[in-house]
């Protein structure tokens, strides 16, 4: 089966401007494979550059490195409408923070986009919804295997 997500030797640079332009490796030789509808969890000491390859899956960061390819389009290779039509057709994101926008709940900040294709309200507020609400809210989800998983 072709992976919907497939990132292969992956690396990242932070550049200081104001150090002389030293740069800080944060990512190097990061590869993986995700295939379609398989659930996975991204996990790792703070630091280890969790938050930064999911903002290279969304194409908010560069790779100075390797190739990331979501459903067959390299976004290392992308241009900026490629990326924005993937966003709007096939990636959905989940902050990590729970209110990604004030007073309004996750599911609604998840279903808005499905809304927005013209998918029906009881589809956008149905399955795919509640599995990324789901995502945004682990310890419900989980329920008793939480602290097993989460290891808190």
């Known amino acids: 089966m072709i992976p919907m997500i497939h990132v292969e030797n992956l690396a990242k640079n ?9 740069a800080i490796p944060v990512l190097a030789g990061a590869s993986f494979a995700v295939a379609p509808g ?9 630091g280890a550059g969790k938050s930064t390859v999911m903002r290279i899956l969304y194409g908010n960061y560069l790779a100075q490195g390797g190739s990331v390819r979501i459903g067959g389009l390299d976004i290392t290779q992308a241009e900026p409408r490629e990326i924005l039509a993937l966003r709007r057709e096939t990636l959905g994101y989940v902050s990590q923070f729970l209110r990604v ?16 294709l013209g998918r029906p309200e009881d589809e956008a507020h149905g399955t795919r919804a509640r599995s990324a ?11 008793a295997f939480a602290h097993h998983i989460l290891g808190r």
């Open 14 to 22: 932070f550049v200081l401007h104001n150090q002389g332009g030293v």
């Open 38 to 46: 398989e659930c996975v969890a991204l996990i790792g000491e703070s």
């Open 101 to 116: 926008v004030p007073r309004v709940p996750t599911l609604e900040v998840v279903a808005e986009p499905l809304l927005a």
């Open 133 to 143: 609400h789901a995502a945004a809210h682990p310890r419900a989800a989980l329920g």
